[in-house]
T-cell receptor
Framework: KQEVTQIPAALSVPEGENLVLNCSFT??????LQWFRQDPGKGLTSLLL?????REQTSGRLNASLDKSSGRSTLYIAASQPGDSATYLC????????????FGTGTRLQVTL | SAVISQKPSRDICQRGTSLTIQCQVD?????MFWYRQQPGQSLTLIAT?????????ESGFVIDKFPISRPNLTFSTLTVSNMSPEDSSIYLC??????????FGPGTRLTVL
């Protein structure tokens, strides 16, 4: 059974800092990995999708890497802003087109002024 | 990616009653899912909504408690039946087209008194 862990559970940084969020998973046989953002009481916004054959994806100030063999992914946020404050969720999808996402417990990020 | 809308966005219900949540996608999708997110927790998959047939439920979730319909490729409903305070959660609809990214609706915040 796939298990996804995110460290740290919570993080507070001053505005402008670069930061890294970590995600690890126990079964390396994945189809893809997605990073999401969730604002309090809201749904999920997809940030980045990395297919199993890819090493990284970038979107603006966000960069996600994937090391499938070691079961690890990182989300790098450059020049953090108060608007980046949210919970960040990592989710991995098993192999097969009908397979489901397994979510991590999330990292709650606060960017202070 | 496609856009998902959910109705209602929130509701307060009395124990023992039922609530039906509607999910509408603005384009056809292969897969639709229903998730639950209890306070302070990550997402748990309730079931995969199958077009024209019975949903596929995850361990711990049963059709009598969470009946699901999916009459076409863009619409699904989830009913939370005979509610108790333990059913107070955010319920999220999600869609996916083939091997692509999975996207989520804004969620329905349910409070059961």
């Amino acid at each position: 059974k796939q298990e996804v862990t995110q460290i740290p559970a919570a993080l507070s940084v001053p505005e402008g800092e670069n930061l890294v969020l970590n995600c690890s998973f126990t079964d390396s046989a994945i189809y893809n990995l997605q990073w999401f953002r969730q604002d309090p009481g809201k749904g999920l916004t997809s940030l980045l999708l990395i297919q199993s054959s890819q090493r990284e994806q970038t979107s603006g100030r966000l960069n996600a890497s994937l090391d499938k063999s070691s079961g690890r992914s990182t989300l790098y946020i450059a020049a953090s802003q108060p608007g980046d404050s949210a919970t960040y969720l990592c989710a991995v999808r098993g192999t097969g087109t009908a397979s489901k996402l397994t979510f991590g417990t999330g990292t709650r990020l606060q960017v202070t002024l | 990616s496609a856009v998902i809308s959910q109705k209602p966005s929130r509701d307060i219900c009395q124990r023992g009653t039922s609530l039906t949540i509607q999910c509408q996608v603005d384009s056809q999708v292969t897969m639709m899912f229903w998730y639950r997110q209890q306070p302070g927790q990550s997402l748990t998959l309730i079931a995969t909504a199958n077009q024209g047939s019975e949903a596929t439920y995850e361990s711990g979730f049963v059709i009598d408690k969470f009946p699901i319909s999916r009459p076409n490729l863009t619409f699904s409903t989830l009913t939370v039946s005979n509610m108790s305070p333990e059913d107070s959660s955010i319920y999220l609809c999600s869609g996916r087209q083939g091997g692509n990214e999975q996207f989520f609706g804004p969620g329905t915040r349910l409070t059961v008194l």
